[in-house]
């Protein structure tokens, strides 16, 4: 079993967004899976609810506290676990640190904001100081605007970022709120998102 931690201390960075459209994307590719929410608003785990009623392969969902959710996601008994983060997880850095050491990889999203930008790279430095790999990702991202370009940039010096920036689409919103992934039913951001699983699952060797 894998865990994958979703991680930002931004609001609207779109982790339950990246969350709920990898374990999608895992699930059309015939991974087992299943998504933990540690989020108080619980996206993730009512998009899981939806998603039971819908004509689409299985994602588990669960709810837990950051520190219990490496535990609930081995007692889930799938392949891959998503962990979907509460905004400033930093604040419980004990569970802040089980999750990170309990994760096969971590994933940061962050939009091309310059605010948003300099937020996340604390993020990174903490789950580097714990030795345990990570990824920014840009995400809900405007077309063809040069901040996209400058903030790939900037995140490079401090870690490495998904070739894939997921773009901020309507289509990726539908798809969610009728429990599925836009890798499921097309539209703008489709070959973003499975772009961006593919070279997720060869990080975690999956």
């Given at each position: 079993m894998k865990i994958i931690a979703v991680v930002s201390p931004k609001g609207g960075s779109g982790k339950s967004t990246l969350t709920?459209?990898?374990a999608a994307a895992a699930a059309g590719d015939g991974v087992p899976v299943a998504v933990i929410d540690t989020d108080a608003q619980?996206?993730?785990?009512?998009?899981?609810?939806?998603?039971?009623?819908?004509?689409?392969a299985p994602v588990l969902g669960f709810t837990a506290e950051t520190s219990a959710a490496a535990r609930r996601a081995n007692a889930a008994g799938v392949q891959l676990v998503?962990?979907?983060?509460?905004t400033a997880i930093e604040k419980d850095p004990e569970g802040?640190?089980?999750?990170?050491?309990a994760s096969e990889l971590v994933v940061i999203p962050t939009?091309?904001?310059p605010d948003d930008v300099r937020s996340v790279e604390t993020i990174m430095r903490a789950?580097?100081?714990l030795d345990r790999p990570a990824i920014y990702c840009l995400n809900r991202v405007k077309p063809r605007v040069k901040e996209t370009d400058g903030a790939r940039l900037r995140l490079i010096r401090s870690g490495d970022v998904a070739a894939a920036a997921i773009p901020d689409s309507v289509d990726v919103v539908r798809a969610m709120a009728n429990g599925y992934g836009?890798?499921?039913v097309g539209g703008r951001g489709a070959?973003?998102?499975?772009?961006?699983?593919?070279?997720?699952?060869?990080r975690i060797g999956l």
């Open positions: 709920r459209n990898l619980g996206t993730s785990a009512e998009w899981a609810r939806v998603r039971a009623d819908a004509d689409a998503l962990v979907d983060t509460p802040f640190k089980a999750l990170v050491m939009q091309a904001l789950v580097q100081a836009v890798t499921e070959d973003e998102v499975a772009a961006l699983w593919q070279e997720v699952r060869r």
